[in-house]
């Protein structure tokens, strides 16, 4: 089984300002990870993805996370947020093996951008 | 467009009553996801099907049932065995051999 742990409930920082929304994760088996962005009462969106290959990954809206196997963790950085990117932001996991693709998601992180 | 639509937005129902929420999908994805939100708890999966008239208990299935009798659609049942129905619920759907999950805008059920 896998768990995923988002360590900050609640970031807040000022708009312009550089982000980073940090997870960790838990696997026996080889993962693929996921970022995915809720906006108030909608569905969640998926910002990005790491599958294989490179260990830094571009997403939409200038987000970026890198997959650091030895540490465990798929950190979301942007280097300049905005007002628009208030949100909730969720980590989320599935293995790699077979055709199941189950997700467990962390408990989410509130990020609000500030003017 | 191609995507996920749950309905409706918000749904109000008494305690003790059965509800259905819908799930279709036009993307054409062999398996289909139901998710419970609840705030600070992030989401927690119901039911999954990945095949046409085959479906598995998630984490939390107790009080909920699901059918699927069409590849496009995945319908919810909470039944009054629920203990707390009150939630956020989204559906969500994967393509063969992709593992990334798309999400509807989910639906809002309050019982009172």
């Known amino acids: 089984a896998q768990s995923v742990t988002q360590l900050d409930s609640q970031v807040p920082v000022f708009e312009e300002a550089p982000v980073e929304l940090r997870c960790n994760y838990s696997?026996?088996?080889?993962?693929?990870l996921f970022w995915y962005v809720q906006y108030p009462n909608q569905g969640l969106q998926l910002l990005l993805k790491?599958?294989?290959?490179?260990?830094l990954v571009k997403g939409i809206n200038g987000f970026e996370a890198e997959f650091n196997k030895s540490q465990t963790s798929f950190h979301l950085r942007k280097p300049s947020v905005h007002i628009s990117d208030t949100a909730e932001y969720f980590c989320?996991?599935?293995?790699?093996?077979?055709?199941?693709?189950?997700?467990?998601f962390g408990k989410g992180t509130l990020l609000t951008v500030n003017p | 467009d191609g995507g996920i639509t749950q309905s409706p937005k918000y749904l109000f129902r008494k305690e003790g009553q059965n509800v259905t929420l819908s799930c279709e999908q036009n993307l054409n994805h062999d398996a289909m996801y139901w998710y419970r939100q609840d705030p600070g708890q992030g989401l927690r999966l119901i039911y999954y099907s990945q095949i046409v008239n085959d479906f598995q208990k998630g984490d939390i299935a107790e009080g909920y049932s699901v059918s699927r009798e069409k590849k496009e659609s995945f319908p919810l049942t909470v039944t009054s065995a629920q203990k707390n129905p009150t939630a956020f619920y989204l559906c969500a759907s994967t393509g063969q051999g992709a593992p990334e999950q798309y999400f509807g805008p989910g639906t809002r059920l309050t019982v009172t």
């Open positions: 696997s026996s088996v080889s993962v693929y």
């Open positions: 790491y599958l294989s290959g490179s260990t």
């Open positions: 989320a996991v599935s293995t790699t093996g077979g055709s199941n693709y189950k997700l467990t």
